[in-house]
Every structure is written in C-alpha cells, then in structure tokens.
C-alpha cells in the first residue's frame, strides 16, 4: 500500500491532542461503500423475488427490520422523523405491515434459516398501543422462524409507555427494550422539543430497569444545544444512577432541514457543540463508564452486565443479512442493499397490489464480505489480524499495516504484531478510521459513498 497517495483526511494529523485535533470532523454517519444501483422497477421486483426464493448462506447470521414510522412529536435534531402519528393512520399502516409480513414469511429464504435478532424500530414503536404492540410481537413469532434465544427489541420512547404497554411487549416476546432519552437536562430536552423534564424521565426509567424483566437500554446524544461539559457529566451521572443496563452515546449529526438547523440559523437557539468539544465529552463518558465497572462492546455501546448482548446492533454493522419490514426499512440480502418506499401512499399501493415496497436497490459492493468485517472491526475498536485470517482474509491486516502504523504513529490506535486496538480517540473517530480504510483498499478511485438515507438501520441506526 502506497500511503505517500493519502492526505490528513485519511491519514489524520500529528497532534499531541488526536482526541480533539485528529481531524476535523465526522466524514460520514457510517463507513461504507455502495455497489451498482438498480433503478429499473421490474428488474427491482424480479431481483428480490429471486433472492427470497434462494438459499440463505449457510452459517451467516440473519436478522428481521421492522420499521413504525410514526412519532407524536418532532424532536429538533432529528432526521429520522417521517409521520406523526395519529391512531387511523398507525391502524392503517399495521394493516399493510401484516401483509407484507406475510408474503416476506412465506418466502422459502424466510423460512429456510432461524433468525438470530429482531429490532423494531422507527420512528417511535413505542407510540403504539398495548394491544397493537401485543399483536405485532406475536405475528413475528408465529411468521418467522426465530432462534430460541433471538434478540427481540422494541425500540421508543419512555414518555406513555405505560405498564399496559409494558406488559404486552413482555407477553408477547419482545426481551429488550431501547429508549432514546438523549438528555436528561430538563432545559436541553425542552430546547430539543423532547417530551417529559428529568425528574420524570428518571423515575420511569429507574422503575423499569428495577423490574429487571429485560435490558433497558438508553440512547443519549452529546453535543445538542445547552448541552454543556457540566450538563453531560450529570447526563452520565443520570445513567449511572438509573440502574438501566446498557447506554449507546451518539454523536450529534447535524442534518441540513431538521428544525434544529433552522432553529440556530435564526439565533433562537445557541448553536449544537463544535468538534472539539463533542470529543471531550465522548471522551468524558466513555471513560466514566468504564470507570463505573461498564463493559465497552463497541466505540458507542456499554453494558453494564452479561445479560446486555446488543445482538442486532454487532449483526447488522458485519455481513449479516436483514430483511427489511416496513415504510422506509432498509435491508440487505446477499450483499444487496434494499430500501423499501418511505411514502405511506407508495407503501400501500405496493402491499395492496402484491408487490414488494421497494424504493432502492443496489447490487454488492465489491468485495462486500471483507467491508463488512473492516467495518465492524473498527466499530468495535479491534481489529484482528487472526481472525480475519480465519474469516477468509488472510492478507489483510499485513496489507493495512503501513496504514495502521501511521495511525499508531499518530496515537489513534496501538499496534502490534497482528492486532491493531483502537485508543479512545481512535473510538471517536472510529468512522473517519474504518472510511479511510476503505478508501486505501481501493487503488484506482476514493471509496464512493452510498447515500446517507440508503444505508441499513444500525439504531441508526441508521444504524447509527
Ligand atoms: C431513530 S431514533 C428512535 C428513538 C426514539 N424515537 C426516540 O425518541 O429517541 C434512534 C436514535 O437515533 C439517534 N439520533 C436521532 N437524531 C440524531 C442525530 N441528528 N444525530 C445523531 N443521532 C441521532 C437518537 O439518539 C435516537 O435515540
Ligand atoms: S428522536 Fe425519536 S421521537 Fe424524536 S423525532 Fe426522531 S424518531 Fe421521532
């Protein structure tokens, strides 16, 4: 590998701060790069149809995406956003939802293979009723082959998820649980537009992690507005207090068109935390959790004990398959990448016509498997030569290797013979990393990337 082609954008810069200073910024939400997209309609339906009436690869893990586009209240950051719910609408859309789990549960790729993890997402699933909740978690169960110790997470929001709702989840197999709390700073979650001040936030979510029927995990972003160094060291202090099992910490993306740009751009709101700034606080809380006893399972997720797997989370960031559910789900098969139609309209005439709600296709990327474990390597913060030996990539880590020693060089990561572990500011910019990585794996032209909203949901997603 000729480095002496690369700049600081892939390389990052000497600095005795690489923390703050590496480089400048998040180069992209998530490492990747996109094959051939298939824009023709028909070849889209006659393309999927033939994946699902193959073969699933033998040995390679496979999950279920389910997607409930609907939240009752925009939060500021958000880009994720896409219905506010209303009760017929909901009703209406879990009238096309079940058709389509139908047709997709009897495909014989849906059938042929158990499924290892299951997210239901959104969106806010949340926001659904107790007995519609009840009866999604027990149509996936009677549909879809799941493994007897399948991950099943309904994802939301703390604010009106009742007992009632609760229950039902519980009763009807869903076994975890994930909540975008973001902050629990009364005045930041007031700026963000988000429901309920900490005090009430923290009750619920401290009277649910007590039941300890399953892990309550909780997504907090750092970065947003008002959020400053002393607000986030309460911010963790609330976790930690909390007994919750599991916390992802987010990076705040500033997304163009989100009412938050527009809140900034008009003064009325001081503007989210500049680069330096938000590494501090990554830096800050990723090492008050681990001094808190927290195991770290990837640069953004920390459990607090065994029973926190965040299954679908590791599956979705390497080869695995996902069968996307839903408006606006994305998926991928096979190495092929599918996003199903956002618009509702579009959604239910597809269901209603029988054909698969497809907006997107793209065809693998090349070599796509050994993406795929670069990219979840460096998401985990380890990447190891033996094992990508054993996974069919025995060149690997030796053709990498200038590469990883100017990052060692750099204090991003530290090197030795077959192991590169990523520092904590190697964690922080573990996307700038993994894209880089990608890019000096492609010789002739830089690591072209798919479009942001065509990307699997990792929590997003989007995934995150
Ligand atoms: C799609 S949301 C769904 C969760 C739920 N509806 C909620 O109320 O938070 C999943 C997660 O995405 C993250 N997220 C949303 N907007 C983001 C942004 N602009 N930058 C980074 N992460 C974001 C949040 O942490 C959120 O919990
Ligand atoms: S953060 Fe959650 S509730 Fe808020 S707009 Fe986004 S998806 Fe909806």
Not at 247 to 259: A, C, H, N, R, S
């Amino acid at each position: 590998m000729d480095i002496s082609r690369f700049d600081e954008t892939v390389l990052g810069r000497l600095t005795p701060d690489p923390l703050q200073f590496a480089f400048t910024g998040k180069t992209t939400a998530h490492a990747g790069r996109g094959g051939r997209p298939i824009l023709d309609p028909g070849q889209q339906q006659a393309m999927f149809t033939g994946l699902l009436a193959g073969e699933p690869e033998p040995g390679r893990a496979r999950c279920l995406y389910l997607h409930i586009p609907f939240c009752r209240v925009r939060c500021t950051f958000c880009s994720f956003f896409q219905y506010a719910a209303s009760p017929a609408w909901i009703d209406n859309y879990l009238q096309q939802l079940w058709r389509e789990m139908e047709a997709k549960a009897a495909t014989h790729w849906a059938q042929a293979a158990p499924f290892d993890a299951v997210y239901v997402g959104g969106g806010t699933p949340t926001d659904m009723t107790a007995a519609q909740i009840a009866e999604l978690g027990r149509r996936l169960r009677q549909l879809f082959p799941l493994r007897a110790d399948c991950e099943i997470t309904l994802e939301g929001r703390l604010n009106g998820f009742n007992d009632d709702k609760y229950e039902a989840a519980l009763n009807s197999g869903f076994n975890r649980f994930s909540f975008g709390v973001q902050s629990f700073d009364s005045q930041v979650r007031r700026a963000a537009k988000r429901l309920d001040e900490r005090e009430a936030v923290l009750e619920r979510l401290s009277q649910l992690s007590r039941g300890n029927q399953a892990p309550i995990i909780v997504d907090l972003l750092f970065g947003l507005p008002f959020q400053d160094e002393a607000c986030w060291q309460r911010d963790i202090a609330d976790f930690l207090d909390s007994g919750a099992h599991g916390v992802d910490l987010y990076q705040l993306i500033e997304m163009q068109g989100t009412p938050m740009a527009r809140l900034v751009g008009q003064g009325k709101q001081p503007p989210p935390a500049a680069t330096p700034l938000k590494a501090r606080l990554y830096g800050y809380g990723a090492q008050a959790l681990e001094a808190a006893g927290l195991q770290r399972l990837s640069s953004c997720h920390w459990a607090r004990d065994s029973r926190e797997r965040s299954r679908y989370n590791a599956l979705a960031k390497t080869c695995a398959d996902v069968l996307p559910l839903g408006a606006g789900a994305g998926g991928v098969i096979n190495g092929v990448s599918v996003m199903q139609q956002r618009e509702l309209q579009a959604y239910q005439t597809a269901c209603e016509a029988g054909e698969w709600p497809l907006a997107m296709m793209m065809a693998p990327a090349p070599h796509f498997r050994r993406d795929g474990l670069l990219k979840s390597a460096f998401d985990k913060g380890l990447l190891d030569g033996r094992h990508w030996r054993q996974q069919g990539q025995p060149e690997l880590f030796d053709i990498l290797r200038p590469l990883l020693s100017i990052w060692h060089e750099r204090g991003l990561l530290t090197l030795s013979a077959e192991q590169a572990e990523l520092t904590l500011a190697g964690r922080f910019w573990n996307v700038n990393l993994a894209q880089g990585a990608l890019q000096a794996l492609s010789p002739a032209h830089a690591a072209s990337m798919p479009p942001a909203h065509f990307q699997p949901k990792e929590n997003n997603h989007v995934t995150h």
